[in-house]
């Protein structure tokens, strides 16, 4: 959609990146006159900032509808100031040396209208602040018209003729308490870009539209919570708050009429005054029994932080800020209200050991003694490298600098590794091969300044929502483009400007052939590859076989297409290239990854800001895990097990008798199958559901059977779980300290918001305590002092500390030691000894696990919005589990007339059961029809982790990473499942209707436009510009 | 060898409501408020003595009449009321700081129909005063 209104083309003008921008230009500073008075302000940011302490919030000054992160929306008035004698609205005047404001204004008419414009806020919305849940001391609407002095009502509330909005699962929408500010509806717009909210100025009564105006719960609307987030009242409020906040919002809808209607009789008399101390000592008294805590997200790598407002327990909303860095006021459905799991009913409280034929629960002190005791008999007896140890990308650094530890000084192994081999360990090999660090090159803000994104096998709306929610800003502000190529047309690919559908498994062959194209016809970057690129010789002549025919031939996709594409993207100016699990799961999955690395090395994309190579990481701190040496290969911060000096420097820190071997250890894939030869004997899992997420499900299991020892460290009693000897419960991210390492390579703390739940520790003290009963004492108190030691150790992080992590800073490895952070990598050198980057030749292999006629079905799998990876904690939230309540196997209308087979009535419909069998296994689920697979394929989400029945033993070469995506399978139709094996989860067999519920967001009918249409209310009859009055009646 | 077996967390109980007096009984022990209320507990029966030192049943029964006038108040003639004393205050605070007026001043003030209204209110309800102390058995 492209607008060609003033106004819009202001707004586009005014693009920044929202997330923390290193690029930027450092902020300017302007003094400008306040009634005469100098005020420093930041050159071209909106005046009103200068205002207000802090920027854009109202203390001394109001300040409504203006967000820092959203922009002027001009729609309330509160802020009107006088320059030139004219009234301005200032959060849209922008301050420059010399400009002088009269906040008086020519006969008082400046605050006249300041004051006018809180009436009508107050026509539109009760002032019961007192019971009001939104009051905790810093409700922007409150403050914003107690600033512009409003003492008495002049107009008097005048209620809309609509009933709240009750309808969605998370949030309720009160119109009656709307200021019609248009910040939820900028927000859902133009951040979030889901485009669902809006207000139609042309009604009588104008409130805010879900879809054009049908239930919230009941359209397009994600979730992202967004709009209720930045709304600057209790118009928009989380389900979770709603009662629960205050010291006096539970009381009965009976007792609360009657408690306002006397406040308002009383108002006339008293005035405002009163009643806004009275609000405040509630706030004060609230606040005080309400904890906030700056957190880190649990679920994917975008690292969002934000506060977490508790009660003891009790989690009472989730609030993103501005400071944020990598999210700003951005969150997805599942980090803003997914955090159910936190206080389920079926969280483990007590150790568990395994006792004949069932699991008794025991002390801490037995537990730990069994896992010491056991784990010293299979190294006494069969030696250290019996053992291995399976980190989780859920914890923290400092955890899983203490699970290598653990592996490597107690144990004396190298076999430790972490689920990243499931996913990201060939985009990292990828970027090891061309540019030497295994990272983002860049931050999200390099991606929304970016003039070209190459998106190839992300799901990135579903997998990644806010860096999603940041490239289709980008896209619909900043014109930047979309190139996405995936199997699925998803909701990237549905507002792509050129989507791809490739073959299955060929990525590496288009890529390749628009690399050759490039260089054939001269568009490449000769500059940037004379001076910074190595080997191009051989690489040129390596891209001999990938002809633009021969990839139509073999990827279905034009040749002409591809040309257009190679021309489009060696003119961007600047272009970044993203790619997932679509990707990295294939058994050339490192290849393709280096394939992409090489496109841009060819068109010069990297080093400079907007450009660069993105595998985004999927699990919290996947990239942290192997950061910090939770892999086989590495200790922390990639020193190569191979190199004698790391492993003597690694020994004598550790006071090891001598130094390790210097041979890599067995990766997650090769204890696995090191347990069916028979070598390995024991398994140490800190919270990873290994027998439902590793592939081959089934093999994985029978190995765990196998095995002589298996302690879990877990919230819930996972299906891991059943095969463990010992079961310890540990902690969620809500309650314990540390850091997590995002997609970005950026380091951020997590607080601790509550206690650990009775019975459970942190994982931190877990392996501190099995280390302890092993006999080395490491005596952590907290893990501060695990970072101290990191740095001490690891150049990367040598300048990592909790302090400089204080709050919402963090920082970007490499971070030197004296605390200087790498935002960008490669400005100057690559990550090589030579500083060049390398391009690497390349030559394709077939995927495995064909189609066949046995099997003619390729299946795709991965992530929905809703979910995250297997379920464990996604499946436990109520709300979530509501809008997608189960797996499902998703076809086309034409596969599924074509492949119904007997039983299916003449070809498949949405909601029939089907048993779906690759060549290992199978799995039953509904369908779903829709056009967002092609035909021939199909997609199993798999958040019910059954996926992995099907997938099979091959992997990547070069990586060891299961070829998860290359699978075959045949359908059939089934009469539906037995009840749901797995204890504690919301999921309950139903047997009729579609997988999705009529109500989910995939059904909805978004209503895009530019912002809020500020200029529709100024049109209005009704509308005049303050201090006029507005006529009797007016409702805008 | 392990042979995957289940496991059912027993429900846990409901702690909700002692979570919430644990963290008021912390509340009020790192206020001082505890300690307070631990005394004002302890030296309970001198605190009621001394409390029905002061009270008896006299004032209790004047607390109420009073309260009971306040509640059959119209607050609208109330307001007219509160805003006649609030300027009854201001002017007699100029009127204090100005030179005393004479005799005839005090007379020619009678010609003022606000000042003839403000003694009407005032003798009439001082009449009404007096007559309720008549009307007392």
């Known amino acids: ?503 299955p498994g060929t990525d590496l062959v288009w890529l390749s052939a628009v690399a050759r194209c490039v260089l054939d016809e001269g568009w490449a970057d000769e500059a940037f590859l004379k001076e910074r690129v190595s080997g191009l010789d051989d690489y040129r002549a390596s891209l001999a076989p990938y002809t633009l025919e021969y990839a139509e031939e073999r990827t279905g996709i034009a040749a002409d297409t591809l040309r257009d594409l190679a021309r489009t993207i060696a003119d961007a100016d600047s272009v970044a290239a993203c790619w997932a699990m679509g990707v990295t799961q294939h058994s050339m999955g490192s290849d393709t990854s280096t394939a992409i690395s090489n496109l841009l090395l060819v068109t010069g994309n990297y080093g400079r800001p907007g450009t660069g190579a993105y595998p985004l990481r999927g699990h919290n701190n996947v990239q942290g895990c192997s950061d910090y040496g939770t892999i086989n290969s590495f200790y922390p911060g990639y020193q190569p097990v191979t190199d004698a000096d790391v492993a003597q420097k690694f020994a004598q820190a550790w006071s090891l008798p001598e130094p390790m071997k210097l041979e890599a250890g067995l990766d997650n894939h090769g204890m696995i199958d090191a347990v069916h030869e028979g070598s390995l004997k024991g398994l140490v899992v800190v919270g990873e559901e290994i027998s439902l997420v590793d592939a081959n499900a089934a093999y994985v299991q029978e190995a765990l059977e196998q095995l002589d020892f298996l302690v879990v460290s877990e919230l819930f009693f996972s299906h891991t779980c059943r095969y463990a000897d010992v079961i310890l419960p540990a902690v969620s991210s809500l309650e314990k300290d540390g850091t997590f390492t995002n997609t970005e390579r950026r380091i951020q703390r997590l607080n601790q918001a509550m206690d650990p739940l009775p019975g459970t520790r942190p994982d931190w003290q877990i392996l501190q305590g099995i280390a302890e009963r092993l006999g080395h004492v490491w005596g952590y108190t907290h893990p501060r002092q695990v970072i101290d030691e990191i740095a001490g150790l690891t150049p990367m992080f040598a300048g990592v500390t909790w302090d400089r992590l204080e709050g919402y800073d963090s920082l970007q490895w490499p971070v030197a030691e004296d605390g200087t952070d790498t935002p960008l990598l490669y400005e100057e050198s690559f990550h090589f000894d030579d500083g060049l980057a390398r391009l690497h030749p390349l030559e394709f292999r077939e995927p495995t696990d064909a189609v066949d006629d046995e099997y003619p079905l390729h299946v795709n799998n991965g992530r929905v919005l809703e979910h995250f990876h297997e379920g464990n904690f996604t499946m436990r939230s109520e709300g979530l589990s509501r809008i997608a309540p189960d797996t499902y196997v998703e076809m086309s209308p034409r596969t599924a007339a074509e492949y119904g087979g007997p039983g299916s009535r003449g070809g498949l419909r949405t909601g029939d059961w089907v048993r779906l069998t690759s060549r290992r296994g199978s799995l039953e689920a509904r369908v779903l029809l829709s056009d967002e697979v092609a035909d021939g394929e199909v997609y199993v989400p798999m958040q019910t982790g059954a996926i992995n029945r099907l997938t099979s033993n091959e992997t990547d070469p070069d990586s060891h990473t299961p070829a998860y995506k290359e699978l075959a399978a045949r359908i059939e139709c089934v009469d539906g499942p037995g009840e749901d094996e797995r204890p504690g989860r919301r999921r309950k067999p139903d047997r009729d209707g579609s997988p999705l519920p009529r109500h989910h967001h995939r059904y909805g009918s978004p209503t895009p436009q530019l912002g809020v249409r500020v200029e529709e209310k100024w049109a209005r009859p009704d509308y005049r510009t303050p201090p006029q009055p507005d006529p009797e009646g007016a409702t805008s | 060898m392990a042979r995957p077996l289940g496991y059912l967390p027993p429900t846990p109980p409901d702690t909700a409501a002692t979570d919430e007096l644990d963290d008021l009984v912390a509340a009020l022990h790192e206020s001082g408020l505890l300690r307070a209320l631990t005394g004002g507990v302890r030296s309970y029966p001198q605190l009621l003595g001394t409390l029905l030192d002061v009270l008896d049943a006299r004032t209790v029964r004047s607390v109420v009449a009073l309260t009971t006038a306040l509640r059959d108040l119209d607050p609208d003639q109330a307001e007219r009321l509160a805003t006649g004393l609030r300027r009854a205050r201001e002017d007699a605070a100029t009127a204090v700081e100005s030179k005393a007026e004479g005799p005839l001043a005090l007379f020619r003030r009678m010609r003022d129909p606000d000042t003839r209204r403000g003694i009407s209110a005032a003798l009439a309800a001082l009449a009404a005063v007096g007559g309720a102390m008549r009307d007392r058995p």
Not at chain 1, 407 to 416: D, E, L, M, S
Not at chain 1, 478 to 488: E, I, K, M, P
């Open chain 1, 1 to 503: 959609m492209t607008s060609t209104e003033p106004a819009d083309v202001d707004r586009r003008a005014a693009f920044r990146p929202l997330s923390e921008d290193a690029a930027a230009d450092p902020p300017r500073e302007v003094t400008v006159s306040v009634d005469g008075k100098p005020v420093t302000a930041v050159e071209g940011r909106p005046v009103l900032e200068a205002l207000t302490t802090p920027p854009g919030e109202p203390d001394t000054f109001p300040s409504v509808c203006y967000h820092p992160a959203l922009g002027p929306l001009q729609t309330c008035d509160a802020c009107l100031v006088e320059v030139d004698g004219e009234l301005v609205r200032s959060c849209a005047t922008y301050a420059e040396e010399g400009l002088a404001l009269d906040t008086e204004g020519t006969g008082g008419q400046a605050a006249s209208a300041r004051e006018e414009a809180a009436q009508r806020l107050v026509r539109k919305h009760v002032l019961y602040c007192t019971i009001c849940d939104h009051n905790d001391g810093a409700c922007t609407l409150k403050k914003g018209i107690e600033s512009a002095n409003l003492e008495f009502e002049r107009i008097g509330h005048q209620p809309k003729p609509y009933e709240p909005d009750v309808s969605h699962a998370f949030y309720r929408y009160d119109p009656d308490q709307c200021i019609l500010c248009g910040r939820c509806v900028e927000a859902c717009q133009d951040v979030q870009v889901t485009e669902t909210l809006s207000i139609d100025w042309s009604s009588d009564d104008p409130r805010v539209l879900w879809d054009g105006g049908v239930p919230a719960g009941e359209s397009s609307c994600v979730s992202c919570g967004h709009c209720v987030t930045v709304c600057p009242c209790n118009a928009l409020m989380e389900v979770t708050m709603l009662g629960r906040a205050g010291l006096m919002t539970d009381w009965p809808e009976q007792t609360r009429e009657p408690a306002i209607a006397m406040v308002k009789d009383v108002e006339p008399t008293t005035g405002y005054e009163p009643l806004y101390l009275l609000s405040d000592l509630e706030a004060t008294a609230r606040m005080a029994a309400t904890d906030t805590t700056k957190t880190v997200c649990t679920y994917c790598g975008v690292g969002c932080s934000f506060d977490v407002l508790t009660r003891g327990r009790e989690i009472l909303k989730i609030q993103p800020q501005v400071e944020g860095p990598a999210n700003s006021i951005s969150t997805c459905v599942k980090g803003k209200f997914g955090w159910d799991h936190v206080n389920a009913d079926d969280r483990l409280t007590h150790p568990l050991v395994r006792d004949g034929d069932r699991f008794r629960e025991t002390t801490w002190e037995e537990a730990l003694d069994v896992v010491a005791r056991r784990l010293r008999g299979i190294v006494d007896e069969h030696g250290s490298d019996a053992i291995g140890v399976i980190g989780s990308s859920k914890a923290t650094n400092e955890e899983s600098y203490l699970t290598q530890k653990l592996a490597r000084q107690v144990i004396g192994t190298h076999n430790v590794d972490n689920c990243s081999r499931y996913c990201q360990a060939p985009a990292t090999q990828g970027l090891w091969r061309t540019v030497g660090y295994g990272g983002d090159s860049g931050s999200i803000s390099d991606l929304e300044r970016a003039s070209l994104v190459i998106m190839v096998g992300t799901n990135t709306a579903d997998s990644h929502p806010v860096i999603a929610s940041r490239l289709r800003r980008a896209q619909k502000l900043n014109g930047q483009v979309h190139v996405v190529a995936d199997l699925r047309r998803h909701t990237m690919a549905q507002r792509a400007d050129h989507f791809l559908k490739p073959a």
